[in-house]
């Protein structure tokens, strides 16, 4: 069978909508991948291989018949296991969700099944989308493409490595703290969280009702951007779902920067290591090498961030696990009982406390960026650990410039903006106004087709354990 690892979505769509590819050959070559290869990287959870191949045979026989949908159409994509698909286990990586059989689509995986696409699978996370990799629940965590011994990110990490490793070309995941961005930095992808509102949650197991968003991640920017085009839309049965006022996000993915100010978020790179400093700087020379006038863009310390959306994360995931906590708190794995249960000691007035000084620092933000185009900042402060070394995982999984962007609500994208020297990637983020997810999509683009870092690729085979 064919290599069709390397294709980009884009590329894929070409080749299907012109009947050079077969969606059945094309869900085909992606399963045999990650058949031949997930063994050691652990990010699926399960695949439905009869379900994709059915919908590849329909899929095809639509194209045939010159009923073409669109880009997505014959397309593999894999979700990340809080999104509910009918008729399949919603496990949310842990067992107290292993019964849980879902009775419908998710919002997302019908707008995705609408535009054609192929549901090849579920993948790996951090239990309940928090607390890091754990080795004691019925699934390993997902592993790094780029080095196995190595924390993929998370928690959207099976997707990430889904779509690192070449086994799908596009995945889907879901954005609390930084949880698209973070696998999409430390895999060397690109990855999307687009406005609050934008993208509908209905049938997806929530983690914070204020703070989750619906994110893609991709190989490139203008695959990511595809993708996201699909999933815009007001949803009745989300009470947070908006109609986006602009959803042609792609329309100006080849604008360039020439002339855009973009503003240099310093406060939110400080102490970060100095690869990932300097890659940055090296990024900041490239956009204005490019055109861009780069101004510097003061705002409150990170901390002030981080640490308000860590209370807000810690009361509304607590009120989600309460019941749970009380009753089957052994079913959790070590690592999820941590993170969840210090919302149990924080009062209501912890609560609104935090949320008055997310208004202060959502307004802030907000007349900052009046004042620029788009801004950059980095993605995370340190490279990725080793996934066993526990003390590693807790100092640096918080040390990270993504949560501020969930407190308001704006669109962020991380995409490679290098290679640290033992091998693992480093991302930029891309920050934009709310509802502008076109401009981040088009600086982002202007830098990614100014480098290479998004085509460097994982040898799977090199990387594979000794037998």
């Known amino acids: 069978m064919a290599d069709l690892s390397g294709l980009s979505l884009a590329c894929a769509a070409m080749l299907l909508r012109t009947k050079k590819l077969s969606p059945l050959e094309y869900a085909a070559a992606c399963l045999d991948r990650i058949h031949r290869y997930d063994a050691g990287l652990n990010a699926f959870i399960g695949t439905d291989d009869e379900g994709a191949l059915q919908a590849a045979r329909e899929a095809e026989s639509e194209i045939a018949r010159g009923n073409w949908r669109g880009p997505l159409h014959g397309i593999p994509v894999a979700l990340k296991d809080l999104f509910d698909v009918a008729g399949q286990r919603t496990s949310a990586h842990s067992r107290l969700r292993m019964d849980h059989v879902a009775s419908a689509d998710a919002s997302v995986v019908a707008r995705l099944r609408a535009a054609g696409a192929i549901i090849i699978g579920k993948t790996a996370l951090h239990e309940f989308a928090t607390g890091g990799p754990s080795f004691d629940l019925p699934w390993p965590p997902a592993r790094n493409p780029w080095k196995r011994t190595h924390h993929p990110g998370g928690s959207s990490s099976g997707s990430g490595v889904a779509v690192a490793a070449g086994f799908v070309p596009v995945a889907i995941g879901t954005d609390t703290g930084g949880s698209v961005r973070n696998p999409a930095t430390a895999c060397g992808i690109s990855g999307m969280k687009p406005t609050y509102g934008a993208v509908s949650r209905t049938g997806v197991f929530p983690l914070a009702f204020s703070l989750d968003h619906v994110g893609v991640l991709s190989r490139n920017v203008r695959d990511n951007a595809l993708v996201l085009e699909a999933l815009l839309g007001r949803d009745p049965g989300d009470p947070s779902s908006v109609e986006h006022p602009a959803p042609k996000v792609g329309a100006s993915l080849d604008g360039g920067v020439k002339g855009l100010r973009i503003g240099v978020i310093d406060e939110f790179c400080a102490n970060a290591n100095k690869e990932i400093l300097d890659a940055f700087a090296q990024a900041c020379r490239v956009l204005e090498q490019l055109g861009a006038e780069l101004v510097p863009l003061r705002l409150s310390p990170l901390a002030d961030y981080v640490d308000c959306g860590r209370l807000i994360l810690q009361a509304e995931a607590f009120a989600v696990h309460e019941a749970w906590l009380r009753t089957r708190i052994g ?51 340190e490279l990725p650990c080793a996934i066993d070394d526990e003390a590693e995982v807790d100092r640096t999984y918080d040390r990270q410039a993504r949560t501020p962007f969930n407190l308001t609500g704006t669109p962020a994208i991380s995409v490679p903006m290098g290679f640290a020297q033992n091998g693992l990637p480093i991302g930029l983020q891309v920050l934009g106004k709310g509802f502008d997810e076109a401009m981040v999509y088009r600086v982002a683009q202007s830098y990614e087709a100014a480098t290479d870092w998004h085509l460097r690729r994982p040898d799977l085979d090199a990387a594979a354990p000794a037998a």
Do not use: H, K, N, W
């Open 331 to 381: 079913d959790y794995s070590q690592r999820g009982r941590t993170r969840l249960l210090p919302g149990a000691f924080l009062s209501a007035g912890d609560y609104i406390r935090a949320q008055q000084l997310r208004t202060v620092l959502v307004r802030e933000y907000a007349a900052a960026m009046a004042t620029v185009d788009a801004a950059v900042c980095v993605s995370s402060l």
